[in-house]
């Protein structure tokens, strides 16, 4: 005799403490099996988009800073090519390589919240993610240092960088690297072939390629469906044609190569950041603009970047007036977020929020 | 089997044992803050503020209000609006410093503190009053004469701006003493110099053009011309 069960729906968030940030989930799940996701999200909508429309070209970059708290600087990169693009500018060579530079920094801080948040939701509470906050915290030191602030960086500006780096930057950024080696190391050697970490990600929530390419997925999600795309590569902006890296690719597109992909583009970030240093040149790092800028009428640009969670993207549209007409922002955690039925129908209530923890979303993003 | 895993884990656990702690235990101890922070009090030398509302302006927040009438003067150059309200909203600043950067008499620097709590949102307003009579220990934040070189062009050469060629490279804006209007320098970005505004300095003031190691010969560089 079977026992008559119905399928029951849950909802997972928003303030869940295991979902990234405010996002929703309502699920039915057939005992243990997900049948059916929707998400649900808006709940940290600020208009960003409509409050660019407000400001100034140089104001909307306090703006990017807030859409993916977790890498600002490579929103920052975004929105000033796309002013670049629009005003048909280039930054001079210095800044190309400090915002390459600041920007694969970024990308590590970013990525190690990714892995540590992964394992987290592994039931890994604590040591892997502190691991990956230490080293982290030196990252944002590193800001501090040149920027004056942690997190809302401001850094870059429409033709460069606002200024240089101190002095002592270089030594503090030569100093994190020395360590950085170590202490990534030995988070890599506790997680890379924990035999826990393999049973539970392997073979888990495979995306394929045609279906990671239908559902416009980009990043390092993209990559580890086994496609090769990286715009670093594909359309090199900055100082990135410079300098040589390799684009890590899986081959099982499951939960263990995206987490896999992570590790790895840490590797490769470093080994930009180590380009950078040996060919950055003293030079002037902002290009001559008036503070107020207006680039003609009716032109439009479209500026992206690889992020580490994607593509991202900002397309402006100028009207001649000191805002932007139109700022529409391309935020790969919202596309990203496309995929989730793939991911998750099928699978069960444990693999779920490591799932999810695996396309690494950043609701400040996918809301803006 | 498991033995050994055992000691394999234990061996991390001692190697750990030996390290320094890596957290901050705030209260007591503080992390090193580098002069570059963009601390919550905002530095504001009356003497070189002419009132034009710049900074107001280019607030992303608008959260800057100035009144002003025309009368007043200036002790560096002469006329200037008198500054009846300067009033900064503490409770919606970003601190993205943009004021800052816009600031074309390098009046306005930002601040260096980060502990300004308070229990009513009115307290949260920075005043005029506030803005003069404060302790002014400013942020190296878009003034690279603090720091002790002439930034903007390239960080490598050095050209110290302050009195007697005296380095300011370990300067410490929470640690040092307060500074006044005739010690912060100018700031010369390379960038800059084609739009001066006022009392802006002219170019052979502000940077010895030649790229030459030596710094010149009155290291005051920007104040002793506006004295």
């Not at chain 1, 909307?60 to 920052?76: G, H, P, Q």
Request: with cysteine.
């Amino acid at each position: 005799m079977t026992i008559r069960t119905e399928p029951m729906t849950v909802n997972v968030g928003p303030q869940h403490p295991s979902t990234h940030g405010v996002f929703r989930v309502r699920i039915t799940f057939d005992g243990e099996d997900i049948v059916e996701v929707e998400p649900v999200f808006g709940y940290l909508h600020r208009g960003t988009e409509k409050l660019a429309e407000e400001r100034n070209y140089v104001q909307v970059v306090t703006l990017t800073d807030r859409l993916d708290y977790t890498s600002s600087m490579i929103n920052n990169q975004a929105y000033c090519l796309a002013v670049e693009k629009l005003l048909g500018v280039e930054p001079p060579p210095r800044a190309r390589y400090l915002r390459t530079l600041t920007a694969e920094l970024q990308r590590i801080a970013s990525h190690l919240i990714a892995v540590g948040f992964f394992v987290q939701e592994l039931g890994a509470f604590g040591t892997p993610l502190m691991y990956g906050f230490r080293s982290r915290e030196r990252i944002l030191e590193l800001f501090e240092m040149l920027c004056g602030a942690r997190i809302t960086v401001s850094y870059m500006r429409p033709g460069g960088v606002f200024a240089d780096a101190p002095r002592d930057f270089w030594p503090a950024l030569n100093r994190f690297l020395e360590d950085f080696e170590d202490e990534f190391a030995e988070m890599e050697q506790l997680l890379l072939e924990n035999e826990i970490l393999m049973i539970r990600t392997r073979g888990v929530s495979p995306i394929p390629p045609e279906v990671a390419i239908n559902n416009s997925v980009s990043g390092p999600v993209l990559r580890a469906s086994g496609v090769n795309w990286d715009w670093r590569k594909q359309e090199p902006y900055d100082a990135y044609d410079q300098v040589e890296f390799d684009v890590p690719i899986g081959s099982n597109w499951d939960n263990y190569d995206r987490f896999w992909v992570r590790i790895q583009e840490v590797h490769q970030s470093i080994r930009i950041i180590k380009q950078c240093i040996a060919q950055i040149e003293p030079g002037p790092v902002r290009l001559d603009l008036p503070l107020v800028l207006r680039p003609e009428a009716g032109r439009e640009a479209y500026g992206r970047v690889e992020a580490s969670k994607g593509e991202l993207g900002f397309y402006l549209v100028s009207d001649g007036g000191i805002s932007p007409y139109r700022c529409k922002i391309r935020s790969p955690s919202l596309i990203n977020l496309t995929v989730i039925e793939h991911l998750l129908v099928g699978w069960k209530l444990a693999d779920m929020i490591v799932s999810l923890g695996s396309i690494d979303i950043n609701m400040g993003e996918v809301d803006r | 089997m498991y033995g050994l895993a055992m000691v394999k884990g234990l061996m991390v656990t001692l190697k750990n044992l030996t390290r320094k702690p890596f957290t901050i235990q705030y209260p007591e101890e503080r992390a090193k803050q580098h002069p570059r922070f963009r601390g919550e009090e905002f530095v504001w030398y009356e003497e070189r503020c002419t009132g034009c509302a710049s900074c107001a302006k280019y607030c992303p927040l608008g959260i800057i209000k100035i009144e002003t009438s025309p009368s007043g003067s200036m002790i560096p150059q002469g006329e200037k609006y008198r500054l009846e309200v300067f009033d900064i909203e503490l409770q919606r600043c970003m601190f993205c410093g943009l004021c800052v950067e816009a600031c074309p008499y390098d009046a306005l620097f930002m601040g260096s503190g980060f502990e300004q709590g308070q229990y009513s949102r009115k307290n949260m307003v920075i005043t005029i009053d506030q803005l003069r009579n404060a302790e002014k220990h400013p942020s190296t934040w878009f003034r690279p004469q603090l720091e002790g070189y002439e930034g903007g062009t390239d960080s490598f050469r050095r050209t110290p701006t302050i009195a007697q060629g005296e380095s300011r490279f370990s300067y410490d804006p929470r640690g040092g003493p307060p500074l006044g209007w005739r010690e912060v320098g100018r700031e010369s970005w390379r960038w800059h110099q084609s739009e001066k505004a006022g009392m802006r300095l002219e170019q052979d003031e502000a940077v010895p053009d030649t790229g030459s190691d030596e710094p010149p010969q009155s290291g005051r560089g920007s104040d002793a011309a506006a004295d």
